[in-house]
């Protein structure tokens, strides 16, 4: 099962992350988040975890421009496109890029999972996460979950990560219901918004380590 920390800014963090069996690293380049990295920053980060984690650039409705620096500053392996991008722009920008896309797609009932068959054969993989709450600035990043149990008919060829609000006290939850092909959190590895906190990333591994074993027990 693949895991991603999003929204690291510190070399500790992106550390800990590493030492816990992080998959992929999660830099935020979206101006209103507490997150946020500039490219440079995240260009930094990530090549000190090159060949041990994936590093994933979250992005929300970028334009070309904006994209065109985040490439070239961090040479990500996957983009995050965490806006309202259509189909079509999702298939533009692995066109201009190459690159792997992951497409956030925001769920509270089985009536959303419709809006992923546009989406089918262009994104590369999906995120799953919870609907930001009235008023939030984010799209993402809200520690909120879902009704997970939305996704246990999921077709299992649909690949994806599960987010929202999730952290050591739920993963077990989570991995024992769905088994997801991949977990992706942020805030619930933090100690104040937009702080990542080591000793919280290496309590979310353990608690995923025993959700695990106990599901091949
Ligand atoms: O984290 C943010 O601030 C953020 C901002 C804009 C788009 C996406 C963002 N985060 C993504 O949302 C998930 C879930 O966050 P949480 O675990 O509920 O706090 C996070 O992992 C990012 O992929």
């Not at 990295?37 to 904006?66: K, N, S, Y």
């Not at 066109?95 to 068959?117: C, F, H, N, T, W």
């Not at 992706?184 to 080591?198: W, Y």
């Amino acid at each position: 099962m693949d895991i991603k920390i999003c929204g690291l800014k510190t070399a500790e963090t992106v550390a800990a992350a590493l030492d816990g069996g992080a998959s992929h690293l999660g830099f935020n380049f979206f101006a209103r988040s507490p997150r946020y990295v500039t490219p440079e920053a995240a260009g930094g980060l990530r090549h000190a975890a090159r060949g041990r984690a994936e590093g994933v650039a979250v992005i929300v409705d970028a334009d070309d421009a904006f994209l065109d620096e985040i490439v070239s500053a961090m040479s990500p392996d996957m983009l995050q496109l965490h806006g309202r991008e259509t189909p079509e722009r999702v298939a533009a920008v692995k066109q201009r890029y190459g690159l792997p896309v992951m497409k956030a797609l925001a769920v509270s009932e089985p009536a959303d999972l419709e809006r992923i068959g546009p989406y089918l054969g262009v994104a590369d993989r999906f995120l799953f996460d919870a609907k930001p709450p009235k008023g939030s600035e984010l799209p993402g990043g809200n520690g909120l979950a879902f009704d997970w149990r939305v996704l246990a008919e999921l077709d299992r060829g649909v690949d994806y990560m599960l987010s929202g609000g999730l952290g050591a006290a739920n993963v077990g939850d989570a991995v024992r219901l769905l088994d997801p092909p991949g977990i992706d959190l942020s805030s619930g590895v933090e100690s104040a918004p937009g702080v990542k906190d080591a000793g919280l990333i290496a309590e979310f591994f353990a608690a995923v380590a025993a959700a695990r074993t106990e599901r091949i027990a």
